[in-house]
């Protein structure tokens, strides 16, 4: 199953959500433990900060995995409501 990775960064103004990358994995939890390094090394690069200024496990506590499929574009949406 394909999960696209979200970091919700509490430091821009206003708070947002950023798409880091996708990850495949039967459940959620294994593309987390399978991909999670790569997914650090992602973050610290996409906030330009180290490992001082931003722990692996923060960066941890602000990773939301999303199944990739339950995405429902606005597109589709407001297509529907023509």
């Known amino acids: 199953m394909l999960f696209e990775v979200l970091l919700y960064d509490a ?3 206003p708070p947002a959500y950023l798409l880091v ?4 994995g039967e459940t959620a939890e294994e593309a987390l433990k399978e ?6 090394t ?6 330009d900060m180290n ?7 923060a ?3 602000m990773l939301y995995l999303v199944p990739a499929d ?3 574009p606005a597109r589709k949406l407001a297509a529907s409501g023509r």
């Not at 992602?42 to 906030?47: D, G, I, W």
């Not at 001082?52 to 496990?57: C, I, P, R, T, W």
Request: net charge negative; hydrophobic share 45%.
């Open 70 to 72: 339950a995405l429902i």
């Open 42 to 47: 992602a973050v610290r690069e996409m906030l």
């Open 59 to 61: 960066i941890r506590e």
């Open 51 to 57: 490992e001082e200024e931003l722990s692996d496990e």
């Open 21 to 24: 990358e996708a990850v495949e």
């Open 11 to 13: 430091w821009s103004d």
């Open 35 to 40: 991909n999670l390094p790569e997914i650090i």
